[in-house]
């Protein structure tokens, strides 16, 4: 299974980003899928997460600017970012837990993609 995220770039402070990312492989289900992000010298913190069913968890400080969706049928996730400002730059990256043909569950990572917010 891979993930392939995009949508990454610079922008200036009150800006909006999408990123999207993909997976693909032997999926025969996600059960959930979300967004993670690593600051420099910072540990990879929650961005978001959705579930098959649409359920969503937020980090607090992301909750009212971010909002995360995904398209079970295309296994892609996406992540609408407004109200950017310079704390938001990061690396992000996009994980799925996935069900694989093989019976078997699994984290996924995709690659990650840089989001640089400038003041």
């Known amino acids: 299974v891979q993930l392939q995220a ?43 997460t959705i579930t098959s069913g649409g359920t969503t968890n937020y980090a607090d400080s992301m909750k009212a600017r971010f909002t995360i969706s995904r398209d079970n049928a295309k296994y892609t996730v996406a992540l609408q970012m407004n109200s950017l400002g310079p704390e938001d730059t990061a690396v992000y990256y996009c994980n799925a837990n996935v069900r694989n043909t093989g019976g078997t569950s699994a984290i996924y990572w995709g690659q990650g993609t840089l989001v640089t917010v400038s003041s």
């Open 6 to 48: 995009s949508g990454g770039g610079s922008v200036q402070a009150g800006g909006s980003l999408r990123l999207s990312c993909a997976a693909s492989g032997s999926i025969f289900s996600i059960v959930a899928m979300g967004w993670y992000r690593q600051a420099p010298g910072k540990q990879r913190e929650l961005v978001a």
